[in-house]
Structure formats: C-alpha cells, structure tokens
C-alpha cells in the first residue's frame, strides 16, 4: 500500500488513535451479562459498527480478490464498499455474494455518460448507495511509486485486468482519468439519475461538512484517503468531532482510517462515528488467508469490541434495555458526557 510523500499523514492515522491522548473513562457495576453490538447505517441493519472500506486490485492479494471479500463481508453481516478499481466485475461480486450488503464507491470520470452507466448498472445489481470519492481530483505525490516504479496502468491494468473489458459491457473504468473539474454543483446531476443514497468520502473540515449539508448527501465518511493523497492532513480520528459537530446529527458520519483494535472503534463511536470502516487490515487478512482471513481480522476486531463495549459500559455509550437485560449500541453524542 503507497503513501503519500513522506507518510506523515498515515503515521499520524495509526498513531493518533492508539496513542493515550484518546482515554476511555469506564464504569463499573451494570449487568453485561448480554452484549449486542449491532447497529444501523442508512436505515439497513449490521452485526457490529465495523465494515470495509473501498480499495482496489484485491486480486494482487489473492487470485480471486474481490470475491473472497465480498464472501467474507456477507458472512459477517456487514457493510463492503466495493472500489471503482476492483479487479473482477461487479456481476461476479454480486454473485459471490448473493445476500451481501454493498455501497459502490465512485471515483468520478470525465464522460459523464460513462458515469452515468455506471451509477445505474451499480443500482440495478442491487448496490445500496453510492460511495463518491471526493479527495482525489489528482493522484497524490506518492514517492514510493515512483522510487519502484509504478506504472498502474502499464504494470497493472494492461498486465493483469486486461481481461476485463471483455467481460464486462461497461468500458473498463481504469483506463479513464478521474475528473478533476467535479464539483459541489455537479452533485445534483448524480442526485438526478439515481435513487441511491450518497456518501461523502474524504471530507476533513467543518466547511465541507456544512456543504455536505447543503448539497443534501445522505452520509460522510471522514477520511484522509489512508495517508496516500495529501501529507500533513488531520488524522481522521482528529477530524472527526469537527465534521460531527458540523452536520449537528443531520446526516451520518463514518470514520474511515487507522482502525486497529476494538478499543478504536469504540473510541471513533464515542467521538461520533456511526460506525468505522477498515482498510489496510481487510488486505493483510485477504493476503494471507484469502475469505478466511478477512473472516478472521474481522472477527478480532468484533471480539475485542465487544470486551470494550462490556468493560466501558458509560451510559452515553450503550442504552440498557432493561426488559429484555441486554447492554446494546446507541446513539454516541459527546455533548451529554466527560467519558472521553
């Protein structure tokens, strides 16, 4: 995986979370004799609040990539946001995974028409909302790629996804430039040609967030693109309350970015994060054991969530049903508590 320039901003994604800068305040003596983690993001029901973020060329970790994950991600219960750079066709992913609850990310296209395809093959095949990455309208400096020179499109595209587009009637979205002329405005021609709910990916600061807002999106997924895009960004984790305390709770947010352990993902609830979206550690598990290690970083990750939701138990962090004596998610608003 490349960062961007001296990787100042993925140290700062790892670090800042893990660091004790970020305490949890727990509380003692409630009944956690039952623990139930799951939750809802846009309306639709998921096992745990921890769920896959986009990335492309799975099939570089594993000979058949995107299935595997697509697999895993059904099997869990959660949500897979499934890249405009995957290596096998939507189709198969969808049939791989028949039950399995997807999001689209789009990386936007200079040929409309070719977007516009695209959104509306993407909505038939059952995908629920559209995932529009909004930090990239230029590849950032990523010296690694070129100090072992990296060619995508020549290395990657052309050697191993050159199958592809005789697959798949849709042209092969990789060989198209990203548009870098997309903008705030242009988002009600995408809210014109699909029903699909979209998300935000990549926004950082309390101004787009408000022009989030605005421009009537249904979600924002926090996130500085994993460190790859621009060095010395926020971490975030620590632009997180900015952006939540922006929309004021009118839409849902996500974190998206350093997630390691369970405690992360309480701590990104606590600060407001619907729910937190994992990339790098879906890779190292498919790389290693295909479906079953993306089950298996999975399954870590919901464990030792579920030991933090059972150990912490502050009530701004869970509502105690008392009729039925289970400790489940709620709602995280940091206004109502000093837990953090």
């Given amino acids: 995986m490349t960062t961007s320039q001296h990787s100042k901003s993925l140290i700062f994604c790892i670090l800042s979370v893990v660091k004790l800068r970020i305490l949890l305040r727990p509380r003692y003596l409630k009944d956690v004799s039952q623990v139930d983690t799951r939750t809802t993001i846009q309306g639709e029901e998921i096992s745990a609040p921890i769920c896959i973020s986009p990335t492309g060329f799975h099939c570089l970790a594993w000979p058949d990539g995107e299935l595997s994950t697509a697999r895993a991600a059904q ?69 690694q790629d070129i100090r072992n020179q990296l060619n995508w499109k020549t290395n990657l595209l052309l050697k191993d996804l050159r ?11 990789q060989m198209f430039p ?39 999106v249904h979600g ?8 790859r895009q621009l060095d010395e960004v926020p971490a975030s984790i620590d632009a997180l309350t900015e952006v939540v305390a922006a929309v004021k709770g009118k839409l849902e947010v996500y974190l998206d970015g350093g997630v390691r352990t ?9 600060l407001g994060a619907k729910c937190v979206f994992l990339g790098r550690p879906i890779l190292w598990g498919l790389a290693c054991k295909g479906e079953h290690g993306v089950k298996e970083v999975l399954n870590i ?13 502050p009530l701004v962090f869970f509502t105690f049903c008392n009729n039925m004596g289970k400790v489940m998610l709620s709602e995280i608003n940091q206004r109502k508590t000093n837990s953090i």
């Fill in 178 to 216: 990203i548009d870098s002329a997309f903008c705030w405005d242009d988002l009600s021609w995408v809210q014109s040609i699909t029903q699909l709910p979209i998300i935000l990916k990549g926004i950082l600061t309390k101004e787009d967030a408000e022009l989030a807002l605005k421009h009537k």
């Fill in 75 to 143: 099997a869990a219960g959660i949500c897979y946001i499934t890249s405009t750079y995957a290596s096998c066709t939507l189709e198969d992913i969808v049939a791989a995974a028949p039950r399995g609850f997807r999001w689209f990310q789009l990386y936007v296209q200079r040929d409309r028409q070719l977007n516009k395809q695209l959104i509306q093959k993407v909505e038939s095949l059952g995908f629920r909302a559209l995932v529009i990455t909004v930090d990239v309208p230029k590849l950032g400096n990523r010296r």
């Fill in 220 to 227: 924002i997924i926090v996130s500085n693109h994993g460190g």
């Fill in 163 to 173: 199958s592809l587009p005789e697959r798949n009637s849709t042209p092969h979205l």
């Fill in 262 to 270: 369970g405690n992360d993902v309480l701590k990104a609830l606590a």
């Fill in 301 to 313: 990750l919901k464990d030792e969530f579920h030991t933090s939701m059972a150990l912490t138990v």
